[in-house]
């Protein structure tokens, strides 16, 4: 067996059953390779001393920080919200001011619906509607 | 009488279902019951400092935010502490190119370094933050949380014996640079 097989081989039998073939295997590689199991053996050393002792724990109030920070982030996202579509609502306006001004500057005379761009009804004489009879004209002439 | 109160808690599981609904003290008694594994993993790579807590209130925010999508295929735990390696391996490289702007120093570790009064573990905690992130986060969970080899695959999901190969280098990596600094 490579020294990088029976290193994995030890790294496996830490938390798993090895059946007793490999076992057996690993554990005569070792012999045969005595450097190989001084490192084994301080690898083991190693592992003693990285080992958690104590529990973790990031200090008190953890959890209502978390929930203050998700509580927070919500009122964040509704800003963003408004945020996002307050460029909307201020370039609307804005189309709206140029619209009236252009109404205001091209209007004849400076009434309300003239400024709102409604539209004017037309007033035109009666004699201004009556048809034009081009035979008539014609023969007349 | 032990067994009947741990049969009468609420699953992780059945915390996120209810924190689904809406339930906030569902979601808060979840990141209780969470919190010590997430620690561990996030102060193993970044150290006890305030930065670690960020990451560790970012590691259930990001939960919360996703929690929607999640479908029960892995644990509850799995699945945080997938979150917590993904954020301080984040914050190892933001911190690596924050280094790198000020001081020019490539050290994305903030462990203190060890002095004449450190003792063993002090120095071991300071040689494995030195550790390349991909090797760190292999040691963490297998070497110091304590996670089995077919576990820290799942978690990192990656092959199993990528996390043996990764484990035997961090473990070669360690034996050097222990040697300067004790006997082993």
Redesign the interface.
Known sequence: MKP?EI??LF??S???NLDDSRKQEMVKSMREQAGLAE?LE??T???E????NT?????PY??????N??QN?RVEIDQQIVFFFRKYQLAALGIVIALVAVNVIFADSLNLPSVLGIEETVTTADDDLLTFDFYENITNN | MSNLKASMEPTNEELVERSKSGD?QA???L??RN??KV??VV??MLGATPE??DV??EV??RF?QSMEKFKGESAVSTYLIRIAINLSLNEIKRRKKRNFLFTREEEGSMIKAPDSKSD??EI??YE?ARLEPEFQSV?TLR????Y???ETAEILGIPL?TV??R??RA?KK??QS?AKHMT?
Do not use: W
Not at chain 2, 143 to 146: A, L, S, V
């Open positions: 990088d290193e994995n790294l496996l830490l938390d798993t490192d301080k690898y050393r190693i592992r001393k990285l080992k958690r529990p973790a724990t990031f200090g953890f959890a209502q920080k978390v929930i920070h998700i982030l | 906030p979601f808060k008694l990141v209780t919190e010590g620690a561990g102060q193993s670690a807590e560790g209130q259930f925010v919360y063993m573990k071991v905690n494995v040691v070497m110091i949380e304590g089995s080899t077919e014996g043996l190969s484990l035997s473990q360690l034996k222990l082993l």
